[in-house]
């Protein structure tokens, strides 16, 4: 089982959003946002945008959360989509002006030092964008600069491991054929912010107060709704970190993974509904 150093050894400690991951994500779209869509749409309905406000949306990957966010402000108010993928803020610009999203802008920098135009905005939105910073605290302390003092931030991140086996179940079938590093606590990564002690501490130390933190819990549909055990296994594959880490590997372990991995969402297959599996994902709310 143990093979020689690979490029992708790292992939389940850090992801370069800025290149490798940002193209992936834009490959996958179709079935990225239709798996998140549940807790997407559960953030969207804590955060109840109203007209006029002025929003920051954090890592706005393929821009649903964008496009979303500017009919809720409308009239009156905007939205600035920001992420750190270039391939990603190119589609998504042409995707918001295809939705005749008028007031969806966007930006392509680095939230973690950047000072944005038109700052200070009312509010800022995350749907898993900030999960990912190398410094959690400098980040969090330089976004609090770019919003009006009182306004409020909304964040999803996922939660523990253990309750979000629509990941974590494909990572162990894959773990049972290859080699992979074991997560690091607190890293840069999906479960960065696991703790909710910890991002408590974050937000706190990075100047914000009313922190406020609460689970969204239930199912979500792999690859998208309607999703084939075979189609599931095909997404986790291209578009998760530990697929990537499968390529590394002769094809004869592939597609002993890929064998296993299809057969663990076929036990999740429902008719007309796809491949469902649990997750669980912290919704936080704060004022800067």
Known sequence: ???????????????????????????????FEGTIAPMGEALLARAAFAPRERVIDLGCGGGATSIGIAAAVAPGGSVLGLDISPDLIAA???????????????????????????????????RLGC??????????????GQIKPGGRIDLAVWGPPAENPWMTAGMAVAREHVEMPAPVPRAPGPFAFEETGYLREVLTAAGFGHV?????????????????????????????????????????????????????????????????MSYCAWLVSATA
């Not at 089982?1 to 992801?15: F, G, I, R, S, V």
């Open 1 to 31: 089982m143990t093979e020689p150093e690979h490029p992708h050894a790292d992939a389940l400690k850090y992801e370069d959003w800025a290149g490798e991951m940002g193209a992936r994500w834009l490959a996958n779209l179709k079935g």
């Open 92 to 126: 998504t610009t042409r995707r918001a002006q295809q939705a005749g999203a008028a007031n969806a802008k966007f930006v392509c920098a680095d939230a973690g030092t950047a000072t944005l135009p038109e700052a200070p905005y009312d509010r800022l939105v995350s």
């Open 131 to 144: 999960m990912f910073f190398s410094e959690p605290v400098a980040a969090f302390t330089n976004l609090r």
């Open 212 to 276: 406020d933190i609460v689970a969204a819990t239930g199912e979500l549909p792999v690859g998208g709704v309607g999703s084939t055990a075979e189609e599931a296994r095909a997404f986790a594959t291209n578009a998760m970190a530990f697929g990537q880490v499968l390529l590394d590997y002769p094809p004869e372990v592939q597609a002993a993974a890929a064998a296993d991995l299809t057969a663990l969402y076929a036990r999740h297959y429902r008719q007309g509904e796809g491949v469902m």
